[in-house]
């Protein structure tokens, strides 16, 4: 037997969010699916440079050049900014202003990713938290593995196409109900021919609680239980699946986070897929899943003491302000939302 299903674009699709959270809502985070989305946001996130939509801030958006000054420059070609396209999404905007009053913050993502290696951006005791328009749009512009969401061949990448090709995709953005999250209870777990095989702690940090020997006896069951119930019987589309899981604080019960493919895009995280396999193929099976953790900072999984995802940070200076302001004007914006979310911070929920 292969490592991997047979993967198929219909097979890919029943992984975006659309598909499956409708079916898992009352057991995962309270999201709004926003889809789909137009050419020009598409275009927008592929453009160069880092930049917020004109009128995605809270103040409208101002001109640093008169008009005068305008006139002046207008008459040189090798000028890019005189001929940058400016984008606006008013509507857009509105949803998401909607859903931040609903929920009072979010965080986003495509389809399939989440712009997690920005986080840096925004303070790290709210990473991903969202309050306006324009932090949706400067994580998902600042972000790398958005890229894969906005590229048709890498989200069917290694599919066998038929002869039309690959199917129609749209692009979603999805604004999830913004929580303080313990990484430490994030685990993925995988699924093959429909039967639990193994979890992985998710953050490759030590966290002293998994060295625990009862916590290692309760998660698997836990997760098992939850899954039996309330995923096996619901998700009718693949016997073969990974998904992801926030444990609630004791260790109970869970969210689901996402769903993804059995397939090598997904990062098996602690094991390999081959010890996977391994696990799915022995005759010697119990009912034990193999739940795998970091049991010492100095595991050769353990993370260093280096930034996660440092190869994204690129200077605050260099990014590009599509609605004329100049840094200083959007620096002092960015330090005075970051203290009205740490205002608000004491007031969320969590989870």
């Known amino acids: 037997m292969s490592l991997f299903p047979v993967l198929t674009p219909s097979y890919i699709l029943a992984f975006q969010f659309s598909c499956w959270y409708p079916r898992f809502a009352k057991h995962s985070i309270k999201s709004t699916i926003i889809r789909p989305l137009s050419d020009d946001f598409r275009e927008y996130l592929n453009a ?18 008169s008009d005068d000054e305008h006139d002046e420059d207008s008459g040189d070609d090798d000028d890019d900014d005189s001929i940058k396209k400016h984008y606006a999404f008013p509507d857009l905007d509105l949803s998401i202003r909607q859903c931040v009053k609903d929920y009072e913050a979010v965080f986003p993502k495509l389809n399939f990713s ?13 990473p991903l938290k969202c309050t306006s328009p324009a932090d949706v749009y400067l994580l998902l512009k600042s972000s790398d593995f958005i890229n894969h969401d906005l590229d048709i061949h890498a989200v069917f990448e290694g ?14 953005l999805i604004l999830r109900k913004w929580y303080p999250v313990d990484r430490g209870r994030e685990l993925r777990c995988f699924v093959r021919a429909n039967e639990l095989i193994g979890i992985s702690q998710r953050d490759t940090n030590y966290y002293e609680f998994w060295n625990d020997p009862e916590t290692q006896r309760k998660v698997p069951s836990a997760v098992r239980d939850f899954w039996e119930t309330n995923i096996k019987p619901q998700w009718m589309s693949h016997r073969d699946y990974t998904f992801d899981f926030l444990l609630t604080r004791d260790l109970s019960r869970g969210h689901i986070i996402d769903f993804n493919p059995y397939a090598p895009k997904t990062d098996p995280l602690l094991f390999t897929y081959e010890e996977l ?19 010492s900072a100095s595991h050769p999984a353990a993370t260093s003491n280096a930034p996660a995802h440092q190869h994204n940070m690129i200077p605050f200076e260099a990014m590009n302000m599509s609605t004329g302001r100049d840094i200083e ?3 002092d914006m960015w330090k005075e939302s970051v203290k009205e979310s ?3 911070e004491e007031g969320s929920g969590q989870i």
Request: proline residues 7%; charged residues 25%; glycine residues 4%.
């Open 329 to 331: 004007e959007f620096s």
């Open 48 to 65: 160069d440079g880092v930049f917020v939509p004109e009128g995605s801030e809270d103040a409208p958006a101002q001109s640093t050049l």
């Open 277 to 295: 396999d391994a696990l799915h193929t022995s005759e010697s099976k119990d009912q034990q899943t193999t739940l795998r953790v970091i049991d």
């Open 342 to 344: 740490m205002q608000n």
């Open 159 to 172: 599919c066998q196409l038929d002869a039309d090709g690959a199917p129609k995709y749209d692009l979603e």
């Open 114 to 126: 989440s712009p997690k290696d920005a986080a840096w951006l925004l303070p790290a005791s709210s």
